[in-house]
Antibody, heavy 120, light 109 residues
Framework: EVHLVESGGGLVQPGGSLRLSCAAS????????MTWVRQAPGKGLEWVSA????????YYADSVKGRFITSRDNSEITLYLQMNSLRAEDTAVYYC?????????????WGQGTLVTVSS | EIVLTQSPGTLSLSPGERATLSCRAS???????LAWYQHKPGQAPRLLIY???SRATGIPDRFSGSGSGADFTLTISRLGPEDFAVYYC??????????FGQGTRLEIK
């Protein structure tokens, strides 16, 4: 059974940094692209970033480009999101999600999410 | 960037009724690369439909997706109490950015 478990969220001051992790199990992690999606309080879902199965290719929303870095360790079966220069508008629940299949950026498994709060 | 507009914003129905949710794209969604998700508070989003009309694994057949081009519909034929949630459409045409609609809240009347 597929499981995705996010961790690393918390309270951080504006301008600070945080690293989220997503531990995966139940599937061949290295063969699937992975994605981060967030939901700000009272708002809808927003795509944040994606990474190819081999980690070579990464993609970012304009709202986080240059500040966030997505990476993965296929030997540790873990996805990461390094968030720098955090802003109040980055406050959200962050979900990691598994792509349904390669070449198809729709997501069949999601974690429960981890809350990031950016506030002084 | 393809913008998705969902309607209505809120839909109030009773269990047993039929729900019809709309998702309109700002341009043609190639290959019908359109998905629908159900999201309940405190839970992970759940994939219902991909490719506009293919049900994801384990999704009951009361959920169906239809449409093509720029107009898509999610239909829930007979609402169960567990179906009241927020529903999002999502397009995944080509490379990012991937976009979601703003959501339709399905509430009990």
């Amino acid at each position: 059974e597929v499981h995705l478990v996010e961790s690393g969220g918390g309270l951080v001051q504006p301008g600070g940094s945080l690293r989220l992790s997503c531990a995966a199990s139940g599937f061949t992690f290295s063969t699937y692209a992975m994605t981060w999606v967030r939901q700000a309080p009272g708002k809808g879902l927003e795509w944040v970033s994606a990474i190819s199965g081999d980690g070579v290719y990464t993609y970012y929303a304009d709202s986080v480009k240059g500040r966030f870095i997505t990476s993965r360790d296929n030997s540790e079966i873990t996805l990461y999101l390094q968030m720098n220069s955090l802003r109040a508008e980055d406050t959200a629940v962050y979900y990691c999600a598994k792509n349904l299949r390669n070449g198809m950026a729709t997501y069949d498994y999601w974690g429960q999410g981890t809350l990031v709060t950016v506030s002084s | 960037e393809i913008v998705l507009t969902q309607s209505p914003g809120t839909l109030s129905l009773s269990p047993g009724e039929r729900a019809t949710l709309s998702c309109r794209a700002s341009e043609t969604v190639s290959n019908n690369y359109l998905a629908w998700y159900q999201h309940k508070p405190g839970q992970a989003p759940r994939l219902l439909i991909y490719g506009a009309s293919s049900r994801a694994t384990g999704i009951p057949d009361r959920f169906s997706g239809s449409g093509s081009g720029a107009d898509f519909t999610l239909t829930i034929s007979r609402l169960g109490p567990e179906d009241f949630a927020v529903y999002y459409c999502q397009q995944y045409v080509g490379s990012p950015p991937i976009t979601f609609g703003q959501g339709t809240r399905l509430e009990i009347k």
